[in-house]
């Protein structure tokens, strides 16, 4: 199938851990994203890559950091996570030419820290 | 900063209504507007809207945008349940930074 994906599809874990959530995509897009949805469905973008360049650093705190080992992967590493990074990360890629373009969406990873 | 604002933020209706959602934009350096839909997982494409005044349309889903007055509608015709969801406006803007900016979203109900 061709698609973004990301794993796992759910993360629980304990404040203070560290934390690897993983992206793929087969489109043949050269941009990828990191974006999060909080608790009220606010879709917020945290980085972009092009073609393994990081392009966008939103507000983002340090103990975030994506990793793009090639242009078809685009992995977020968490830090010391916190009770606020409770959300829905959502993962993306583009192409770079065309009208617009549109994002392609992964199906999430649910993030809980307790 | 660029800003996408959605209203109304949630609609309840009844199946075979007709609804219309807003959405209206500040970014530098537009490029499109986009809906999506979003149920359980991720958003879905459903529109990209470049020019004023050429309207899109999907089965019982259209859209429109004025790049004028800086706002977009989309309309849902003859409303079904499967139609709940919530729909997305993002719009796209920058060159080699290009990324999708989204409203807060319209929490759509259709009840049988």
């Known amino acids: 199938d061709t698609a973004v994906s990301q794993t796992p599809k759910y993360l629980v874990t304990q404040m203070g851990n560290d934390k690897s959530i993983k992206c793929e995509q087969n489109l043949g897009h050269d941009t990828m994203y990191w974006y999060k949805q909080d608790s009220k469905k606010f879709l917020k973008i945290m980085f972009s890559?092009?073609?393994?360049?990081?392009?966008i650093n939103e507000t983002v705190p340090n103990r975030f950091s994506p990793k793009s080992p090639d242009k078809a992967h685009l992995n977020l590493h968490i830090n010391s996570l916190e009770l606020g990074d409770s959300a829905v990360y959502f993962c993306?890629?583009?192409?770079?030419?065309?009208?617009?373009?549109?994002?392609?969406f992964g199906n999430g990873t649910r993030l809980t820290v307790t | 900063e660029d800003k996408v604002v959605q209203s109304p933020l949630s609609l309840v209706v009844h199946e075979g209504d007709t609804v219309t959602l807003n959405c209206s934009y500040e970014v530098t350096n537009f490029r499109s507007l986009l809906w999506y839909k979003q149920e359980k997982k991720a958003p879905t494409f459903l529109f990209m809207l470049?020019?004023?005044?050429i309207e899109k349309k999907s089965g019982r889903l259209s859209s429109i945008l004025d790049k004028k007055e800086l706002f977009s509608i989309l309309n849902i015709t003859a409303t079904q349940t499967g139609d709940s969801a919530i729909y997305l406006c993002?719009?796209?803007?920058?060159?080699?930074?290009?990324?999708?900016?989204f409203g807060k979203g319209t929490l759509l109900t259709v009840n049988p």
């Open positions: 470049t020019s004023s005044g």
């Open positions: 993002a719009v796209g803007s920058g060159g080699s930074n290009y990324k999708l900016t």
């Open positions: 993306a890629s583009s192409p770079d030419s065309g009208q617009g373009p549109a994002l392609h």
């Open positions: 890559y092009n073609n393994k360049e990081l392009i």
